[in-house]
T-cell receptor, first 116, second 116 residues
Framework: AQTVTQSQPEMSVQEAETVTLSCTYDTSESDYYLFWYKQPPSRQMILVIRQEAYKQQNATENRFSVNFQKAAKSFSLKISDSQLGDAAMYFCAYRSAEDSSYKLIFGSGTRLLVRP | DADVTQTPRNRITKTGKRIMLECSQT?????MYWYRQDPGLGLRLIYYSFDVKDINKGEISDGYSVSRQAQAKFSLSLESAIPNQTALYFCATSDSRTGRTGNTIYFGEGSWLTVV
């Protein structure tokens, strides 16, 4: 069974600085997807970025980028120029490309605090 | 208006009562999911549905049942609520027809259920 681990329960960053959130996963599959979701105090789950395992290029979305290391099974999220609105829980998630259900397996989350 | 709507958003119920959480979507997606979020545990899958006639158990289905009344509607029931079912519940959807790049999972805004 696949597992996702987020070892940082909480991280803090100064506004305008850069922060990296860590995620590792365990799988025997070669084809899969990885995601970062943001959950602000409003509780909504918002997709931040996705990565397809067969693509070597790291995904980027504006100030958000990932460092995908397939051999190490590592998938970190870098937030550049941090803003107060980035404060939230961040969840890393895995989805098998071989499982037709598309179900997600989540890590336990990292709470990001942004200091003004 | 939200593409994935959950009702109620917040509910307090008593132990032993039957409670239903409803989900409707306007995205036209064929797959729908119910996830549960507990503090520190991320999200876990309760049930998922490929279409109206295909419903499957997730990792924590005990104590829950679901109904897919139409492609756009997927409800979750707790037949006899107990306090450890107090959690945040999310409905989600995805589309199997859009190929690899399109089948992202989209979440509703969550329903906070308290069982006293």
């Amino acid at each position: 069974a696949q597992t996702v681990t987020q070892s940082q329960p909480e991280m803090s960053v100064q506004e305008a600085e850069t922060v990296t959130l860590s995620c590792t996963y365990d799988t025997s599959e070669s084809d899969y997807y990885l995601f970062w979701y943001k959950q602000p105090p409003s509780r909504q789950m918002i997709l931040v970025i996705r990565q397809e395992a067969y693509k070597q290029q790291n995904a980027t979305e504006n100030r958000f980028s990932v460092n995908f290391q397939k051999a190490a099974k590592s998938f970190s999220l870098k937030i550049s120029d941090s803003q107060l609105g980035d404060a939230a829980m961040y969840f890393c998630a895995y989805r098998s490309a071989e499982d037709s259900s598309y179900k997600l397996i989540f890590g336990s989350g990292t709470r990001l605090l942004v200091r003004p | 208006d939200a593409d994935v709507t959950q009702t109620p958003r917040n509910r307090i119920t008593k132990t032993g009562k039957r409670i239903m959480l409803e989900c409707s979507q306007t995205k036209g997606h064929d797959r729908m999911y119910w996830y549960r979020q507990d503090p520190g545990l991320g999200l876990r899958l309760i049930y998922y549905s490929f279409d109206v006639k295909d419903i499957n158990k997730g990792e924590i289905s005990d104590g829950y049942s679901v109904s897919r009344q139409a492609q756009a509607k997927f409800s979750l029931s707790l037949e006899s609520a107990i306090p450890n079912q107090t959690a945040l519940y999310f409905c989600a959807t995805s589309d199997s027809r859009t190929g690899r790049t399109g089948n992202t999972i989209y979440f509703g805004e969550g329903s906070w259920l308290t069982v006293v």
